[in-house]
T-cell receptor, first 114, second 117 residues
Framework: AQSVAQPEDQVNVAEGNPLTVKCTYS??????LFWYVQYPNRGLQFLLK??????LVKGSYGFEAEFNKSQTSFHLKKPSALVSDSALYFC????????????FGRGTSLIVHP | ETGVTQTPRHLVMGMTNKKSLKCEQH?????MYWYKQSAKKPLELMFV???????ENNSVPSRFSPECPNSSHLFLHLHTLQPEDSALYLC????????????????FGNGTRLTVT
């Protein structure tokens, strides 16, 4: 079985400050990890993924995520937050060689204050 | 434009009505999904189709009936719904390779906001 935990329902950060949205996972074997963003009244949009290789993955809109195998984490980061980054963020995991259907976390609401 | 188009964007229906949600993907993908997103609840996988064959039915009540006539189109037929079925219904697609590693992300439509009165 595979699972994803996003321990924070909401993250608040001031504009210009760095942001981190946390994600930990559990999977048998090697993980494929994904981050998605959802703006109000829209579907989820793919941000970035980790498959293999470099532990630091860069994605859309200046976001990056760091894969940490020992801590089974894949935290989403951005050096300088924008008000327009305010949205719902979802982490997802799929096992390499396992089901192609990903398991999503519950989502974290990011609020960036001006 | 997301490559996955859902219609209608909003739907209000009574409990005795019959309606259908439509999803079309223009990405050449071979797998399609229905998800339900309710307020303050996790994203719920409902159905998955792979090459037009249903591969997943996540214990969804029979008042929801999916149809996948081809790899580009997916429908969700609704009848005798309950107020608790009010939610955002999201369609997604992905490319599942015939062999090798499958690491492609899902592509989502913007959803249909369903209200059952």
């Amino acid at each position: 079985a595979q699972s994803v935990a996003q321990p924070e329902d909401q993250v608040n950060v001031a504009e210009g400050n760095p942001l981190t949205v946390k994600c930990t996972y559990s999977v048998s074997g090697n993980p494929y990890l994904f981050w998605y963003v959802q703006y109000p009244n829209r579907g989820l949009q793919f941000l970035l993924k980790y498959i293999t290789g470099d532990n630091l993955v860069k994605g859309s809109y200046g976001f990056e995520a760091e894969f940490n195998k020992s801590q089974t984490s894949f935290h989403l980061k951005k050096p300088s937050a924008l008000v327009s980054d305010s949205a719902l963020y979802f982490c997802a995991v799929r096992a390499s060689g396992g089901s192609y259907i990903p398991t999503f976390g519950r989502g974290t609401s990011l609020i960036v204050h001006p | 434009e997301t490559g996955v188009t859902q219609t209608p964007r909003h739907l209000v229906m009574g409990m005795t009505n019959k309606k259908s949600l439509k999803c079309e993907q223009h990405l050449g993908h071979n797998a399609m999904y229905w998800y339900k997103q309710s307020a303050k609840k996790p994203l719920e996988l409902m159905f998955v189709y792979n090459f037009k064959e249903q591969t997943e039915n996540n214990s969804v009540p029979s008042r929801f009936s999916p149809e996948c006539p081809n790899s580009s189109h997916l429908f969700l037929h609704l009848h005798t719904l309950q107020p608790e079925d009010s939610a955002l219904y999201l369609c997604a697609s992905s490319q599942k390779p015939a062999g090798g590693q499958d690491n492609s992300p899902l592509h989502f439509g913007n959803g249909t906001r369903l209200t059952v009165t």
